[in-house]
């Protein structure tokens, strides 16, 4: 059970030893400031403690037995025999039969008031903070003792008392698994080792590629996609005009003023041929070179030279020759092509022979 020791009065608080070489132990007890064993070693008189001679030494505030002092805490522990304890100031909740653990405070004042008043202010290290302690049993304000900050512990009552919480070697497993702990004053951080590191910026890289990679195979074949079934549209589209409609009204307008309705048909009937869905029923490329060249052929032959009044005869006869100049190359073309063809047939028909 906790009581609670009011010790501390307003005034009369010590920050400095007035007194070198103190003494720091009785028994296997340590004391440290602001509990002293001389005078001047300890901040105020409530806190000066007597170790006496007996083998083993006890230690002793006034009458009673001391058993632990926790500095860091606010506690002391002291041995009770049931006598009367109210000249400590004792508010306790029960009878303890063994010892009485009691809290306490350097000064009866606020934080806000003790360091309004630097040179009797307790927390002189500067890694300590001022913190209020209250009754546990009647709730009311005692006064206030000094803690050390977070990520400290030690003694906040001397110089250099707070030391860092080594962290990383007292609490196991407090970093992830492939990092390591980096002890910092009043902290520490968990850095991923550099393996990891690496490991995860080839990781990150590697998925950020494969997503934008993803989404340009994504787009290039939603864009074939498209292409094909526009293709196929208008595929059935011209299909379906070519039966439904005279190819007069499918073609345009110069195309009808410029060529034969034998021509038309012709091209037509190409084309159609050309949109069929089996491949066996398509015609190859020398073939429709072939069907074109001899439609072309057909169109220079009906060519002809209507007669001028007045014309002279010289010109007549030029225009006449460049026509069947042009003839003559139109025919050895075709020629050629042909001869190509039938080769080409001659070649597949070979391989296609079995051996």
Not at 102 to 114: D, G, I, K, S
Request: charged share 25%; with cysteine.
């Amino acid at each position: 059970m906790y009581g609670m020791v009011v010790f501390a009065p307003k005034t009369g608080y010590n920050p400095v030893q007035s007194t070198n070489n103190c003494s720091k132990q009785c028994g296997d007890i340590r004391v440290e400031f602001p509990y002293g064993l001389e005078k001047g070693c300890c901040a105020r008189s409530e806190f000066l403690l007597n170790c006496t001679e007996d083998t083993p030494p006890v230690l002793k505030l006034n009458d009673y037995d001391v058993s632990n002092i926790n500095i860091s805490g606010g506690l002391i522990t002291i041995k009770y025999d049931g006598d009367d304890t109210s000249f400590l100031g004792i508010f306790y909740e029960k009878y303890f039969p063994s010892s009485q653990e009691y809290t306490w405070a350097v000064a009866n004042l606020t934080c806000e008031q003790a360091q309004q008043n630097k040179s009797g202010y307790a927390c002189v290290d500067p890694r300590s903070e001022c913190s209020g302690v209250t009754s546990l049993i009647l709730g009311d304000y005692i006064g206030y003792r000094c803690i050390c900050k977070s990520g400290f512990q030690g003694n906040p009552y001397i110089p250099d008392g707070c030391e860092d919480v080594d962290e990383c070697g007292t609490i196991p497993n407090i970093c992830k698994e492939g990092e390591k702990c980096h002890n910092i004053e009043g902290s520490y951080n968990c850095i991923p080792q550099r393996n990891n590191l690496i490991l995860g910026l080839v990781t990150g890289l590697s998925v950020a590629f494969g997503i934008l990679l993803l989404g340009v195979v994504a787009s290039l074949v939603i864009r074939r996609w498209k292409s094909d079934v526009e293709k196929k549209l208008r595929r059935k589209h011209f299909l379906w005009e070519f039966k439904a409609r005279p190819l007069t009204e499918i073609v345009a307008a110069q195309v009808r003023e410029e060529a034969r309705e034998e021509e038309i048909n012709g091209v037509a009937s190409l084309a159609e041929m050309c949109l069929r869905l089996r491949g066996e029923e398509r015609p190859t490329m020398k073939e429709v070179e072939m069907t074109l060249q001899m439609i072309r052929m057909k169109r220079l032959k009906s060519y002809q030279i209507p007669p001028e009044s007045g014309t002279d005869v010289y010109h007549l006869l030029r225009r006449s020759r460049a026509k069947d100049s042009i003839d003559q190359s139109f025919v050895q073309e075709l020629k050629i092509v042909l001869i190509s063809y039938s080769l080409e047939q001659e070649f597949i028909a070979s391989a296609e022979m079995p051996r």
